[in-house]
């Protein structure tokens, strides 16, 4: 049975409440006949009309964020420091410049291979330190699950990259995982160039996610 995918409505919608609830689900990603999957702890708004922390902000269009202008569920993936990939799922409607960036995950379905990529070892290698610092940052949690600035712009649904509200029943998933959520709210990080709009409270994560 194939993970339950969130609808292409579940992101035509304010993009602050995407990123809420986005937390809990999971994110998938298939490279060939590889599958992984991680259950998303840490979310990040963003929304151009009136966002300095935005790519797209004030609706500047260039070939970078041409991307975020895209139906809603288009993943946008860019790079930061020039070397390491960041994911987002873009919200509301096409032509509205708006995403959630992913910022943390937990390992759930194919951690063998996200080890490899991540740390070039085995999963029963990893040390405490390792384990801890795994998929806690977006330009981590991309790294494992090989998401390159080749996802740009898959769009909703594509079996290469998607959100999904449940794993195939097979896949033994923890007990917290059917747990209410408690969910922390704050400012998003790195983000002091955008002036006053960096105190907009727009990160949530799950405690066991608290960076």
């Known amino acids: 049975?194939?993970?339950?995918?969130?609808?292409?409505?579940?992101?035509?919608?304010?993009?602050?409440?995407?990123?809420?609830?986005?937390?809990?689900?999971?994110?998938?990603?298939?490279?060939?006949?590889?599958?992984?999957?991680?259950?998303?702890?840490?979310?990040?708004?963003?929304?151009?009309?009136?966002?300095?922390?935005?790519?797209?902000?004030?609706?500047?269009?260039?070939?970078?964020?041409?991307?975020?202008?895209?139906?809603?569920?288009?993943?946008?993936?860019?790079?930061?420091?020039?070397?390491?990939?960041?994911?987002?799922?873009?919200?509301?409607?096409?032509?509205?410049?708006?995403?959630?960036l992913i910022r943390g995950l937990e390992p759930r379905m194919g951690v063998e291979q996200m080890a490899r990529n991540r740390y070039a070892c085995s999963a029963d290698d990893l040390t405490k330190a390792q384990w801890r610092n795994f998929l806690n940052g977006p330009g981590k949690l991309c790294k494992a699950m090989d998401i390159t600035r080749a996802c740009n712009g898959l769009p909703w649904g594509s079996p290469e990259l998607a959100a999904c509200d449940a794993l195939p029943e097979d896949v033994p998933v923890p007990a917290e995982d059917a747990a209410p959520l408690e969910i922390h709210v704050g400012t998003r990080i790195g983000v002091d160039y955008a002036g006053e709009d960096a105190k907009l409270p727009w990160r949530f994560w799950l405690s066991d996610g608290d960076p």
């Open 1 to 100: 049975m194939a993970p339950t995918l969130l609808p292409e409505a579940f992101y035509n919608r304010d993009t602050v409440a995407v990123a809420r609830d986005l937390l809990g689900k999971y994110l998938v990603r298939r490279v060939g006949d590889l599958e992984m999957a991680g259950r998303i702890t840490e979310t990040e708004a963003y929304i151009g009309r009136m966002d300095r922390a935005c790519h797209a902000y004030n609706y500047r269009r260039t070939a970078r964020t041409e991307t975020l202008f895209a139906p809603p569920g288009t993943a946008y993936v860019y790079l930061i420091y020039g070397m390491y990939c960041c994911l987002n799922l873009v919200t509301e409607a096409e032509g509205e410049p708006a995403a959630v």
